[in-house]
């Protein structure tokens, strides 16, 4: 296999080298002088410029969500034949949980007919091929969805002969018993007769479906509920008039830092990732206890989520996250939230999955300002509780395409989302006043 340096030395990179084997990984390069030096995972942390004057031969794997900038560098220095980036592995690779459950279980899909070959040319179509070969004894063709890939092929076919690379013009679908997709986006290939997921298949796997989520579904058909985010322009007198309304919440993440404040309760609390929370909350439930309803991504692995079933019984349960990144394509939008939700760059998008699923219609946003650091301008932003600025860090596109998503699944399926926040960016929605909701 070949071996690469990873782009990266943030929480991405460093979730990205457990999920692959140790040995391909020579190191990192990161752009922040802090950390340029120390090592991770045993592996040393290097600047760019000495990336080109030791390694320049290596392969690199972009792993950053946000990868824009570093392409271009990329290009102005003739690297493209040898880079990959990590948004086109599973989401998988970017879990905090080990993800051998979902290799084995790529594995076994691994079928044994004669002529093999692999739509999609990745670092993740590479480590497939590596396993067919493993299992097979023969090399599957490779077949590029892109055709700017030529010259990687090429540097590719020059280090690893015995596999056949071709460019999808090239490639005689028909000629082959079985094609493994390992795309994210729809292509021509996908829905033939010999075509085997092995991308968009975490809904196949057994161990991410709760069932218990099942019961769920359109439990409150037909009736309104706020989706309550934690943007600077929430107000406590907002939450005091839905509590007095009696209004079906869902919230999310730090909204428990108003409890002290307001009588209101979410009827839902939601979070994918807790260790983005701070305050020791992994080990303490008290701060979000008072929800009726509690529900955690099962990001957190099996050990925390027996934990929160012995201490909150029936208020707690799980769901699937599936971490898939998109940043050229819009995020799919789950129509069945037992066998999981899917990324968006916010859990607001989690909300609005699970509100779906449960029937609601219309589902009005509070606090969903959508104001800080659109396009990576830098702009700055605060929570509801917060004193002082700060710069945002939310991922700009990701979060776009969510929206975008949520909206085309809603207008496909006569769902009204109404933007009641005060003020904010967020347009993709229609707009209400929320003064006037009640």
């Given at each position: 296999m070949i071996r690469y340096f990873i782009w990266g030395a943030g929480e991405i990179g460093k979730r990205f080298i457990t999920h692959v084997p140790n040995e391909d990984v020579l190191g990192f390069i990161d752009n922040d002088v802090n950390k340029i030096g120390k090592t991770i995972e045993g592996k040393p942390v290097i600047s760019f410029s000495e990336y080109m004057d030791k390694y320049n031969d290596s392969y690199l794997i972009v792993c950053v969500f946000l990868y824009e900038k570093i392409l271009e560098i990329i290009r102005e220095n003739n690297l493209e034949d040898r880079t990959f980036v990590c948004t086109d592995f599973p989401g998988e690779w970017f879990d905090i949980q080990d993800n051998g459950e979902f290799i084995e279980f790529i594995k076994g899909k691994i079928k044994r007919e004669e002529k093999q070959a692999?739509?999609?040319?990745?670092?993740?179509?590479?480590?497939?091929?590596?396993?067919i070969y493993s299992e097979t004894g023969k090399p599957p063709v490779l077949i590029s969805d892109n055709e700017s890939h030529k010259t990687k092929?090429?540097?590719?076919?020059?280090?690893?002969?015995?596999?056949?690379?071709?460019?999808?013009?090239?490639?005689?679908?028909?000629?082959?018993?079985?094609?493994?997709?390992?795309?994210k986006k729809k292509n021509s290939l996908c829905g033939l007769h010999n075509t085997v997921e092995m991308y968009n298949c975490s809904d196949e796997i057994s161990k991410y479906t709760n069932e218990q989520l099942c019961m769920l579904k359109n439990?409150?058909?037909?009736?309104?509920?706020?989706?309550?985010?934690?943007?600077?322009?929430?107000?406590?007198?907002?939450?005091?008039?839905?509590?007095?309304?009696?209004?079906?919440?869902?919230?999310?993440?730090?909204?428990?830092?108003?409890?002290?404040?307001?009588?209101?309760?979410?009827?839902y609390w939601l979070c994918g990732d807790i260790s983005g929370l701070t305050g020791?909350?992994?080990?303490?439930?008290?701060?979000?206890?008072?929800?009726?309803?509690?529900?955690?991504?099962?990001?957190?692995?099996?050990e925390q989520i027996e934990k929160y079933k012995e201490r909150l019984g029936e208020r707690f349960t799980w769901y699937h996250l599936h971490r898939q990144v998109h940043?050229?394509?819009?995020?799919?939008?789950?129509?069945?939230?037992?066998?999981?939700?899917?990324?968006?760059?916010?859990?607001?998008?989690?909300?609005?999955?699970?509100?779906?699923?449960?029937?609601?219609?219309?589902?009005?946003?509070?606090?969903?300002?959508?104001?800080?650091?659109?396009?990576?301008?830098?702009?700055?932003?605060?929570?509801?509780?917060?004193?002082?600025v700060k710069v945002a860090t939310f991922f700009e596109p990701i979060v776009e395409k969510a929206y975008l998503a949520a909206k085309d699944?809603?207008?496909?399926?006569?769902?009204?989302?109404?933007?009641?926040?005060?003020?904010?960016?967020?347009?993709?929605?229609?707009?209400?006043?929320?003064?006037?909701?009640?």
């Open positions: 692999i739509y999609g040319f990745s670092l993740y179509s590479l480590y497939l091929a590596e396993w092929i090429l540097r590719f076919h020059n280090k690893y002969p015995e596999y056949t690379l071709l460019t999808e013009k090239e490639a005689n679908p028909g000629a082959y018993d079985v094609i493994y997709n390992t795309c439990l409150y058909s037909g009736k309104r509920c706020f989706i309550v985010a934690t943007g600077p322009s929430l107000k406590i007198e907002d939450l005091d008039m839905l509590h007095n309304n009696q209004e079906i919440c869902l919230s999310m993440n730090s909204i428990f830092k108003c409890y002290s404040m307001t009588q209101w309760r979410p009827d020791g909350i992994q080990d303490d439930v008290s701060l979000f206890s008072e929800a009726k309803n509690i529900i955690l991504s099962d990001s957190i692995g099996e940043i050229d394509t819009k995020p799919h939008f789950s129509i069945d939230i037992s066998k999981g939700t899917y990324y968006g760059g916010t859990i607001t998008y989690t909300c609005l999955q699970f509100a779906a699923y449960m029937g609601f219609n219309p589902i009005y946003l509070l606090g969903v300002d959508y104001s800080g650091g659109k396009k990576n301008s830098g702009k700055k932003y605060t929570h509801f509780y917060e004193e002082s699944f809603a207008d496909s399926h006569n769902i009204q989302i109404i933007n009641a926040t005060r003020g904010g960016e967020l347009e993709f929605f229609d707009r209400a006043d929320f003064d006037s909701l009640f």
